[in-house]
């Protein structure tokens, strides 16, 4: 690989800083990867992002550069010798894969989300909404891989990472909240795609499993109700207990004394 001053700040199990790795593997990129507690956020994330404190962040050759999207392009972009493209070459099909990547952040994770809040009907709905996004996404599959395994053709591509790296997550989700949205009868491209994808040799030690990404999910809805839960406590009002019930005194009060009364002089 090539060495270059490369730096990745981010987390084991974060689909953003999963793209960020899997597109320095492909271009062949060195990097030191400098695990980041977002609990508890170093100096170095809050200096080199300080604008949303987020990861990843890339530090190359002391520059910083945030947002994954933004910086999977920069790496494009910089480290050309290999030969290797992640975005295509026309200018037409690169608007078309930053399309698709910007609905798939924008538009189809919120709906993901919202699975794991909703219920009833109302996670019915979420659930039809998701499966309709992805049936989206596997038509644009189809007309983008032209019949080939992958959004970028024979090879990983921009698209394929952006999407991909939310494969197993997707899977636990499936399993967490006991739903189908990998249904390979509505959206068969798709599903064949996922199998390639999280079986290729570049991708597969970096995705959490679906276990894992389980394990994780579970650690912090967790975390989310303890801390719903001490906020409700501390929001709650709490008795006063130096207050008097009706109809006792308080032996410790000392009753103010009558002032007496001053008798005018009455003229005549």
Not at 76 to 84: A, S
Not at 140 to 160: H, M, P, T
Not at 248 to 262: A, C, G, L, R, V
Request: charged share 30%; with cysteine; hydrophobic share 40%.
């Amino acid at each position: 690989m090539v060495s270059s001053g490369v730096q990745v700040v981010g987390t084991t199990y974060s689909t953003y800083v999963n793209r960020v790795q899997i597109a320095l593997n492909l271009k062949s990129v060195d990097f030191e990867f400098i695990k980041e507690n977002l609990f508890s956020k170093s100096d170095l994330l809050l200096k080199s992002n300080p604008v949303n404190k987020k990861v990843p962040v890339l530090i190359h050759d002391g520059k910083c550069i945030c947002e994954s999207l933004v910086i999977v392009q920069y790496i494009d972009d910089t480290w050309t010798r290999n030969g290797y493209s992640l975005l295509p070459c026309d200018p037409y099909d690169r608007a078309v894969a930053r399309f698709w990547a910007a609905y798939f952040d924008e538009k189809w994770i919120p709906m993901w989300r919202e699975i794991s809040t909703a219920e009833g009907e109302a996670k019915e709905a979420a659930v039809a909404r998701a499966v309709e996004g992805l049936v989206l996404l596997d038509e644009a599959f189809v007309q983008i891989s032209k019949g080939k395994a992958y959004f970028g053709g024979d090879e990983i591509g921009f698209l394929d990472i952006v999407i991909g790296t939310m494969v197993n997550w997707i899977k636990a989700r499936e399993v967490m909240a006991n739903v189908k949205l990998l249904d390979e009868t509505k959206i068969p491209g798709l599903v064949r795609w996922v199998d390639k994808f999280i079986s290729n040799d570049v991708v597969k030690n970096i995705l959490p499993s679906t276990d894992e990404a389980v394990e994780v999910m579970n650690y912090y809805r967790a975390r989310a109700v303890a801390a719903r839960a001490e906020q409700k406590t501390e929001l709650k009002p709490k008795p006063n207990r130096n207050r008097r019930k009706p109809g006792k005194t308080d032996p410790n009060k000392t009753e103010p004394k009558p002032k007496p009364k001053i008798l005018k002089p009455i003229r005549t």
